[in-house]
């Protein structure tokens, strides 16, 4: 089944400056990957989501970049701002879409 | 309009006893799975269904755990003699069909004791 590897677990940044996430995935037929955000005691929430068919997408200060030989992807948040902070989760799922297979999650600190 | 909601909030059990966890998706959507998210961890899949196909059950990591979803709506999540192991958030999402977004409940809570 997907195997998806999430990498840093931890990132504290200074306000303003930029954050990274990378994520790895082991099916090569998955085709959707979405990336949730979670704050404290709260339910994740679909923050940016890219098909296979593109390789980047953007929605104001977050990118998602993807490379489908390399089988990675990955958030970028630019100009971050302490509401950033929180844990983000990478997903992914296959051609049936049936489920969603997610990463062990980052835990993004943001300091003023 | 509603999104996902489920019941109860919290719920504190003893060792053994059984307990049903709800579900109730976005009208519509015809897509609803069950996640489980332990302590500081990620999200675990436990079953998905799909319209009136028979459901994956391939996240469920025993046989007392069990599911099912009545006239394509409401589900239902039953964990029978729970066990301390099985304290976790239980989360429920739907969508409105297979691959596209799913939306997620507000979990629920479940502390074996």
């Known amino acids: 089944g997907e195997n998806v590897e999430q990498h840093p677990s931890t990132l504290s940044v200074q306000e303003g400056d930029s954050a990274v996430i990378k994520c790895t995935y082991s099916?090569?037929?998955?085709?959707?990957f979405p990336w949730y955000k979670q704050e404290l005691g709260k339910r994740p929430q679909l923050i940016i989501d890219?098909?296979?068919?593109?390789g980047e997408k953007k929605d104001q200060r977050i990118a998602v970049t993807l490379n489908k030989t390399a089988k990675h992807f990955s958030l970028h948040i630019t100009e971050t701002q302490p509401e950033d902070s929180a844990v983000y989760f990478c997903?992914?799922?296959?051609?049936?879409?049936?489920?969603?297979?997610f990463g062990g999650g980052t835990r993004v600190l943001v300091k003023p | 309009g509603a999104g996902v909601s489920q019941s109860p909030s919290n719920k504190v059990t003893e060792k053994g006893k059984d307990v049903e966890l709800r579900c109730d998706p976005i009208?519509?959507?015809?897509?609803l799975y069950w996640y489980r998210q332990s302590l500081g961890q990620g999200l675990e899949f436990l079953i998905y269904?799909?319209?009136?196909?028979?459901?994956?059950k391939s996240g469920l990591p025993s046989d007392r755990f069990s599911a099912e979803r009545t006239g394509g709506s409401v589900s239902t999540l039953t964990i029978q003699r729970t066990q301390q192991e099985d304290s976790a958030v239980y989360l429920c999402?739907?969508?409105?069909?297979?691959?596209?977004?799913?939306?997620f409940g507000p979990g629920t809570r479940l502390t074996v004791t």
């Open positions: 890219i098909r296979s068919n593109v």
């Open positions: 009208s519509g959507h015809t897509a």
């Open positions: 269904f799909q319209g009136n196909s028979a459901p994956d």
């Open positions: 099916d090569s037929a998955s085709n959707y």
């Open positions: 999402a739907s969508s409105l069909d297979p691959g596209s977004e799913q939306y």
């Open positions: 997903a992914a799922t296959g051609a049936a879409g049936n489920k969603l297979t």
